[in-house]
């Protein structure tokens, strides 16, 4: 089951549970691939499991950034509500590799690529996307990357 079929079967099992909460987060992640079909269909046409997790992860990423300023003006309540938003968001995206998994990775990759500057980080991640393909939250793998590459 793909992801956005497994959206459309927890919000109907929460709506039927009477969830507001859980139904109002799957309804904002549901927007969100909506818009997502309407840009295809304005551009190249098929929306990919990818360009889905790409989706999700932007989803998130603005979360966490709602959260923190939230927290810095002294709304906890709301901060809350966001990282709520983001356990759910999270929860249909593919486990990633744990930082162990992944500095070795990035160990291999820029051995393997030969790489020895930043000039060369876009190889090394070329070669991380094709090992861990989806499931490879750049963010994370980026920062790894530089601190390797110096």
């Known amino acids: 089951m793909d992801i956005r079929q497994q ?4 919000l109907k099992t929460a709506m039927k549970a009477k969830d507001m909460a859980q139904v109002a987060r799957l309804r904002a992640i549901t927007a969100k691939l909506k818009d997502l079909d309407v840009a295809a269909r304005a551009g190249s046409g098929d929306v990919t ?4 997790m790409g989706a999700l992860r ?21 901060a809350e509500k966001e990282e709520g938003e983001i356990a759910v968001i999270e929860s249909y ?14 160990a291999e990759a820029v051995t393997s690529t030969g ?3 930043m000039k060369d980080m876009g190889k090394v991640m ?7 393909g989806p499931a490879l939250d750049a963010a994370r793998a980026a920062p790894m990357v530089k601190a390797k590459l110096g």
């Open 115 to 117: 790489a020895t500057s």
């Open 7 to 10: 959206v459309m079967a927890d």
């Open 49 to 52: 499991e990818s360009d889905v």
């Open 126 to 132: 070329g070669v991380l996307k094709g090992r861990f």
């Open 93 to 106: 995206l593919p486990q990633g590799p744990s930082d162990a998994d992944l500095e070795a990775a990035v």
């Open 58 to 78: 932007s989803m998130i990423k603005s979360r966490t950034e709602s959260a923190a300023l939230y927290r810095q003006g002294g709304r906890p309540e709301l």
